[in-house]
C-alpha cells in the first residue's frame, strides 16, 4: 500500500492507478486507498471513475476523517463531467451541513451561473464577500455576472462591476480569467482596442483556453 500511495505522491497518477487498484483488491476496508485511487482518477481527467469510487467511498465509510475532502472531489468530477443537476444535488446536502463553507457556496454558484440562475449565483457571491471581501475568484465573478447578465447595465451595475474586477486584478493581476473580464468591461464600456489588448495578455498565460480565443475573435471582429 505505501508503494502505491507514495507513487501517487510523486505526482505519477497513471501508474498509481494501476497500483491502487491491485491494492484494493487485496484490501478492500482501507478507505485511504479508495480515496487515493479517486483522487488518481481526478487527476487523470477520469472524472465519471472518480466519482464512481467517491460514492463507493462514502456509502462503505461514512466516518472516514478525509469525509469533507471525498465530497467536494465528487461536487467538482461533477462539475467537471456539467452535470449540472447531480452537482446541485450534492451541494444542497453539503450546505444544509455547513452552510457558510465557502468552497461549496463558490462550487454552487458557478453551478448556478451554469443553470442560468444568475442572480442565485450573484447573491451566492455576494454572500461568500462578506465572509471575505478579498476572495479574488468572487470579486471576478460577480463583477463579470454584473456586467453579461443584460444588455441594459444600469450606472450603478456598472460602476459595481468596475470595482469588483479591478480589485481582482489588483489581487491577481496574472490571472488570465480575471484579464478577461477586464477586457469585458472594456469593451462594454467602448474601449475595443484596450479590450484586445487585455484579451491577448491573458492568451499569451493561457494559450491554449478555447474560451479566451473566442472572445479574442469576436472583439476583432467589432474593431
Known amino acids: 500500500m505505501a ?14 492507478l494501476v497500483l491502487l487498484e491491485k491494492e484494493i483488491q487485496v484490501n478492500q476496508e482501507d478507505p485511504n486507498l ?20 467517491i460514492q463507493d467511498l462514502l456509502k462503505k465509510f461514512p466516518r472516514y476523517i478525509e469525509i469533507d475532502r471525498c465530497n467536494k472531489v465528487l461536487i467538482f468530477s461533477l462539475i467537471q463531467l456539467k452535470d449540472w443537476k447531480a452537482a446541485d444535488q450534492e451541494l444542497k446536502k453539503r450546505l444544509s451541513i455547513s452552510p457558510n463553507d465557502t468552497v461549496y457556496l463558490s462550487f454552487s454558484a458557478h453551478v448556478f451561473e451554469k443553470m442560468h440562475r444568475i442572480q442565485d449565483a450573484i447573491s451566492l457571491h455576494r454572500k461568500i464577500l462578506n465572509f471575505n471581501s478579498e476572495n479574488a475568484s468572487s470579486l471576478n465573478n460577480l463583477g463579470y455576472l454584473l456586467l453579461t447578465e443584460s444588455e441594459n447595465i444600469s ?22 480569467a480575471y ?18 489588448r487585455a484579451i491577448e495578455k491573458a492568451l499569451a498565460l493561457a494559450p491554449d483556453h478555447t474560451e479566451l480565443l473566442n472572445h479574442l475573435s469576436k472583439l476583432q471582429k467589432q474593431a
Open 179 to 196: 484579464l478577461d473580464s477586464f477586457g469585458a468591461l472594456l469593451s462594454k464600456t467602448g474601449n475595443k482596442d484596450a479590450a484586445i
Open 155 to 176: 450606472k450603478e451595475q456598472l460602476a459595481e462591476a468596475i470595482q469588483y474586477i479591478k480589485k481582482a486584478l489588483q489581487l491577481s493581476p496574472k490571472n488570465p
Open 3 to 16: 508503494d502505491a500511495i507514495e507513487t501517487f505522491r510523486q505526482g505519477k497518477y497513471a501508474l498509481s
Open 34 to 53: 479508495y480515496y487515493h485511487f479517486a483522487l488518481a482518477c481526478f487527476h487523470t481527467s477520469n472524472f465519471k471513475k472518480c466519482v464512481t469510487v
